[in-house]
C-alpha cells in the first residue's frame, strides 16, 4: 500500500495560522514522498527525520500535534527523543503493536488494485471518500485531492515503496520517561 496524503504540510493549512496568531512557533513539514519533499532514495524513518528537523530548529521540547500516520510518528519521536517533546497531541494514531484490521488491509488492495491499473484519479477519490466523512465540505475534500494526487505522483515517479519505513514502532520502547 503507498502512503495516502498524511505527510503532507498543507493538510494542516487551516490549523496553522491560528495557532501562530496565538503566539506559538508553528513548524510544519512534509514526509519524504509528500508534499514538495522528494520520494526517498534510501532507507529512511520519518521520526528521526522529524528529530533531525527539531534539533536543526532548536525547537525543543516541542508540542506535536499529528494525525494518523503522522500521529504514529508524533508519538514514535517522543519515545525515542522526549527530550525534544514536551507534549503530544495524537489523532487517530496507530500505536506500537496495533495489526491492522480486514477493513484497513481491504482498503490497501483497493488501493494498490487501482494503482497498479494506472487509474490514480480511481486511487485518489477511494482516499477521498475513505478518510473524509460525509460531513467534510468540498473545499476539504479537494485539498485531500490535491495532496493525494501529489504523494502518488511523487511516489509512483520514484518507485520508492522499497524505501519506506515498515516496521511502525517495531519493539520501540521509551529511551526515558519525560519529566
Do not use: K, N
Not at 527525520?49 to 500516520?69: Q, T
Amino acid at each position: 500500500m503507498r502512503h495516502s496524503a498524511v505527510g503532507d504540510r498543507r493538510m494542516w493549512e487551516p490549523q496553522w495560522r491560528p495557532l501562530a496568531e496565538a503566539g506559538y512557533r508553528v513548524v510544519r513539514c512534509d514526509f519524504r514522498g509528500f508534499g514538495d519533499t522528494p520520494a526517498p532514495d534510501r532507507r529512511y524513518s520519518d521520526a528521526e527525520d522529524v528529530a533531525e528537523l527539531l534539533g536543526a530548529l532548536g525547537a525543543g521540547p516541542a508540542v506535536l500535534i499529528g494525525s494518523s500516520y503522522g500521529g504514529g510518528v508524533a508519538l514514535e519521536t517522543a519515545a525515542r527523543w522526549p527530550e525534544l517533546v514536551g507534549a503530544l497531541a495524537l489523532l487517530c494514531s496507530g500505536s506500537p503493536g496495533h495489526t491492522p484490521g480486514a477493513a484497513l488491509r481491504s482498503l490497501g488492495e483497493q488501493e494498490d488494485a487501482l494503482l497498479a491499473a494506472g487509474d490514480v484519479a480511481g486511487a485518489v477519490e477511494l482516499m477521498v471518500r475513505t478518510w473524509l466523512g460525509p460531513e467534510a465540505d468540498e473545499p476539504a475534500r479537494e485539498q485531500l485531492r490535491r495532496m493525494q494526487q501529489r504523494a502518488f505522483e511523487v511516489q509512483l515517479a520514484a518507485d520508492a515503496e522499497e524505501f519506506w519505513q515498515t516496521e511502525f514502532l517495531d519493539g520501540l520502547r521509551p529511551a526515558a520517561a519525560p519529566g
